[in-house]
Nanobody, 125 residues
Framework: QVQLVESGGGLVQAGGSLRLSCAASGRTFSRYGMGWFRQAPGKEREFVASISWNGGRLYYADSVKGRFSVTRDNAKNTVYLQMNSLKPEDTAVYSC??????????????????WGQGTQVTVSS
């Protein structure tokens, strides 16, 4: 059973940076499209960024374009989310997700069938 484990969350001041990591167990990670989503208190889960199996196709939410960057290292079974110029409105629980049936990224939660437990990101003003 493949599992996803996020790390790297924490408390940061506005304007600061964090890098989230999502480590996957199992040998087929390189075949998965991967995504990052976030959910703030009282709000729906929303798409943040996604990446294809080889990193050649990337999608970003408009709210994070130019500030966040998604990458992956298939040799380490890990996907990353580099977050720069953080804003208080970026505060949320960030989760990574895998499309175990597709190598392509997606912006839709329903396209992902494997989820991590999430990591809290808090941005103070």
């Amino acid at each position: 059973q493949v599992q996803l484990v996020e790390s790297g969350g924490g408390l940061v001041q506005a304007g600061g940076s964090l890098r989230l990591s999502c480590a996957a167990s199992g040998r087929t990670f390189s075949r998965y499209g991967m995504g990052w989503f976030r959910q703030a208190p009282g709000k729906e889960r929303e798409f943040v960024a996604s990446i294809s199996w080889n990193g050649g196709r990337l999608y970003y939410a408009d709210s994070v374009k130019g500030r966040f960057s998604v990458t992956r290292d298939n040799a380490k079974n890990t996907v990353y989310l580099q977050m720069n110029s953080l804003k208080p409105e970026d505060t949320a629980v960030y989760s990574c997700a895998a499309r175990t049936g597709s190598i392509y990224p997606s912006t839709e939660t329903y396209d992902y069938d494997l989820w991590g437990q999430g990591t809290q990101v808090t941005v103070s003003s």
